[in-house]
Every structure is written in C-alpha cells, then in structure tokens.
C-alpha cells in the first residue's frame, strides 16, 4: 500500500508563491505517477500536476501551465509542487495522489492512492 502525505499549503497574498510537499512510502509500481488534484468548494476534483517519479516527465493542466512546476527529489521519494504568481482562483484544497497509469487528461478514478489534503488560501 502507498502512503502519501501533503504539506506545505497556508494562505498567501494574490500573487504570491507557496510550495507543496507530497512524500511518499517506498517506491512500487503503483506510485510510478504523482500527480496533484485540487477541490475547490462546489467543484470537481481537478487534476493539475503530474510527474513520472522514476523519469521525471511531467504533464500540466492549462490551468496552471507557466506559473506550477513539478519536481521529485532524488530519492524519487518525495514530490514538490511549487506555485507562483498565485490567483484567487487557485483557492482549494490540494491532495497529491499515486497511480501506475499515467494517462491525460489526469483521471481521479486512476487514481488508488490518496493523501490528507492541504489547505490553500489565496487572498488580496
């Protein structure tokens, strides 16, 4: 079973920057993809972000392409979401999830693995 856990969310100024951990348990097959989904209140679960954790290709939605970037660390055991020029819209609550199956548009059905979420908050 892969364990996830997100941290790094808060809230931030209009404009402002924040970055987003996700670590991982041991890797496995079924964690080969991380991706980064965010729920805004009253809307669907939207997949932004999206990384190949052993061969480092990633995948951003339009939505936040030139302002999010997603890295892995060497380990290949923790994944950073790191967002700029941030927007009120970007308000949500954001989860890291893990899947073997790096298919696009990013799916939350191909998705097993889930962690806890973390708040962000984008304010004037």
């Known amino acids: 079973e892969v364990q996830l856990v997100e941290s790094g969310g808060g809230s931030v100024q209009t404009g402002g920057s924040l970055r987003l951990s996700c670590a991982a348990s041991?890797?496995?097959?079924?964690?080969?993809?991380i991706g980064w989904f965010r729920q805004a209140q009253g809307k669907e679960r939207e997949g932004i972000a999206r990384?190949?954790?052993?061969?480092?290709?990633?995948f951003y939605a339009s939505s936040v392409q030139g302002r999010f970037t997603i890295t892995v660390d060497d380990t290949g055991n923790t994944v950073f979401l790191l967002m700029d020029s941030l927007k009120s819209e970007d308000t949500a609550m954001y989860y890291c999830?893990?899947?073997?199956?790096?298919?696009?548009?990013?799916?939350?059905?191909?998705?097993?693995?889930w962690g806890q979420g973390t708040q962000v908050t984008v304010g004037s």
């Open positions: 999830a893990a899947t073997s199956v790096g298919r696009t548009p990013m799916r939350p059905s191909d998705y097993l693995y």
């Open positions: 041991a890797y496995t097959v079924d964690r080969l993809y």
């Open positions: 990384i190949n954790t052993r061969y480092g290709a990633t």
